[in-house]
């Protein structure tokens, strides 16, 4: 199986401004207020320089989950100020997670990791995930939050 072999099953579209390519799989009914009760997308991202999952955070918690591929490595900025790298992937008793959940607030970001190909990974929140709830990271901002990360956090921004 290729990312490509993966583009074309599942017709995956480019994510706005986030980066990788992505299928929403599934959207819950819509609550009083529109949004749908729950959603779930799949996710593909591959060792390319430019593909990346942007720092981006969310009001609701997402869950991350593994499928396919190589390791993906991520960035969580919270709240407090505190940061975390977890690893997700395959390899459980290797300390890799097969699924992970971002709290409300938390910035995120990925990346395939280092000497892999690609990713397929799905994520999942409930409520569903809306473009409105989407708030994409600024570089020089996280970085001033997060001094000890700067150098990660510029290379998971994009304007």
């Known amino acids: 199986m290729t990312p490509e072999d993966l583009v074309a099953h599942y017709d995956l579209e480019p994510i706005p401004r986030e980066g990788g390519r992505f299928r929403r799989t599934w959207a819950g ?5 529109g949004r749908p009760a729950g959603s779930a ?8 320089p430019d593909d990346f999952s ?3 955070r969310l009001p609701d918690d997402e869950i991350w989950h593994f499928y396919l591929g190589d390791p ?4 969580l900025l919270a709240p407090d100020g505190t940061s975390s790298s977890p690893v997700l992937g395959p390899h459980v008793l290797g300390g ?5 959940t ?10 395939v990791a280092a000497g892999g190909a690609w990713t397929f990974f799905g994520c999942t929140s409930a409520p569903g995930f809306t473009y409105e709830g989407y708030e994409h990271g600024d570089a020089a901002r996280l970085t001033a939050r ?5 150098a990660r956090i510029v290379a998971l921004c994009r304007p």
């Open 102 to 111: 971002v709290p409300a607030g938390t910035w995120m970001g990925a990346r």
């Open 54 to 56: 942007a720092l981006h």
């Open 72 to 75: 993906l490595h991520l960035l």
């Open 146 to 150: 997060y001094p000890a990360e700067a």
């Open 41 to 48: 997308v799949v996710v593909l991202l591959t060792a390319e």
């Open 96 to 100: 890799q997670q097969p699924q992970l």
């Open 29 to 33: 009914p819509p609550g009083p207020d």
